[in-house]
Nanobody, 110 residues
Framework: VLLVESGGGLVQAGGSLRLSCVVS????????MAWYRQAPGKQRAWVAG???????RYAESVKGRSTISRDNAKNMVYLQMDSLKPEDTAVYYC?????WGQGTQVTVSS
């Protein structure tokens, strides 16, 4: 199983980023996918999830500012983040059950 994130970077507060994760080695179309993040000195925290049928949920900290989506034809899951805040700075990880990507760094400057 391999999950590879991309799309992180440095952005000013108020800006946007779109994170991507390509997945291989699982039956992606039936997998529930999620994004987590880990800020410096903090535990990894769940950010958003999407089921195989497209049902989505969000952490309160990102609700209204983020959109999780998936493309089953491409084995991809995305996290669109808007109105970014400095507190969104973290390494963002793609997740499927016990499987994790290597993470992509998001840094939001004030």
């Amino acid at each position: 199983v391999l999950l590879v994130e991309s799309g992180g970077g440095l952005v000013q507060a108020g800006g946007s980023l779109r994170l991507s994760c390509v997945v291989s080695g699982i039956n992606f179309s039936i997998a529930t996918m999620a994004w987590y993040r880990q800020a410096p000195g903090k535990q990894r925290a769940w950010v958003a999830g999407i089921t195989s049928t497209g049902y989505t949920r969000y952490a309160e900290s990102v609700k209204g500012r983020s959109t999780i989506s998936r493309d089953n034809a491409k084995n991809m899951v995305y996290l669109q983040m808007d109105s970014l805040k400095p507190e969104d700075t973290a390494v963002y990880y793609c997740n499927s059950w016990r499987n994790w990507g290597q993470g992509t760094q998001v840094t939001v400057s004030s």
